[in-house]
T-cell receptor, first 115, second 113 residues
Framework: GESVGLHLPTLSVQEGDNSIINCAYS??????FIWYKQESGKGPQFIID?????DKRQGQRVTVLLNKTVKHLSLQIAATQPGDSAVYFCAERMARGGATNKLIFGTGTLLAVQP | KAGVTQTPRYLIKTRGQQVTLSCSPI?????VSWYQQTPGQGLQFLFEYFSETQRNKGNFPGRFSGRQFSNSRSEMNVSTLELGDSALYLC????????????FGEGSWLTVV
């Protein structure tokens, strides 16, 4: 498949290490934040989400941290594996009482896992 | 449970033609959103439909339009294609309620020549 986002920030990590991918969001009124993983030639795959009334949420091998003071979001991946290699996008949804699914996406980060 | 299905997966069109892309959401989902993804602009929101009504619209020209049917399936249309419309067009579905998870399809790759 083709690739999108050819000039992305790249994070290179060794297999087994922990990865931290960062994202700055734009709107202090956003109420919902999501991390997606996109592999070459595929659509974005949901990883984990967090509401604005939380500052941390954990999933399987992943943790999302939300710092509303500085409008910063991070995704931590524990024990990174070669299958984690992909482009990672953060997305925010601006609050409209839940009556919208319009997402604003970050530019993406390419995670390259070295065996 | 089947995921979001988009057709066609790949297509090539000539400048000036029009194109229609189709999206079948996850069963039970009533909200369908469309996004355009390009290397230069990243992922950009086109529009969202909920229960056959356009609920939100992005900043795209009127050549981009969409609709949703009573079974929640959606189509988007691009008329008078330009070279810059070459992109991956992604469809996303959700229940449409507050706090719902939004799932994406694999996309339709459009090349305009």
């Amino acid at each position: 498949g083709e690739s999108v986002g050819l000039h992305l920030p790249t994070l290179s990590v060794q297999e087994g290490d922990n990865s931290i991918i960062n994202c700055a969001y734009s709107n202090s009124a956003s109420d919902y934040f999501i991390w997606y993983k996109q592999e070459s030639g595929k659509g974005p795959q949901f990883i984990i989400d967090i509401r604005s009334n939380m500052d941390k949420r954990q999933g399987q091998r992943v943790t999302v941290l939300l710092n509303k003071t500085v409008k910063h979001l991070s995704l931590q991946i524990a024990a990174t594996q070669p299958g984690d290699s992909a482009v990672y996008f953060c997305a925010e949804r601006m609050a409209r009482g839940g009556a919208t699914n319009k997402l604003i996406f970050g530019t993406g980060t390419l995670l390259a896992v070295q065996p | 449970k089947a995921g979001v299905t988009q057709t066609p997966r790949y297509l090539i069109k000539t400048r000036g033609q029009q194109v229609t892309l189709s999206c079948s959401p996850i069963s039970g989902h009533r909200s369908v959103s469309w996004y355009q993804q390009t290397p230069g602009q990243g992922l950009q929101f086109l529009f969202e439909y909920f229960s056959e009504t356009q609920r939100n619209k992005g900043n795209f020209p009127g050549r981009f339009s969409g609709r949703q049917f009573s079974n929640s399936r959606s189509e988007m249309n691009v008329s008078t294609l330009e070279l810059g419309d070459s992109a991956l067009y992604l469809c996303a579905s959700s229940t449409g309620t507050a706090g719902n998870t939004i799932y994406f399809g694999e996309g339709s790759w459009l090349t305009v020549v």
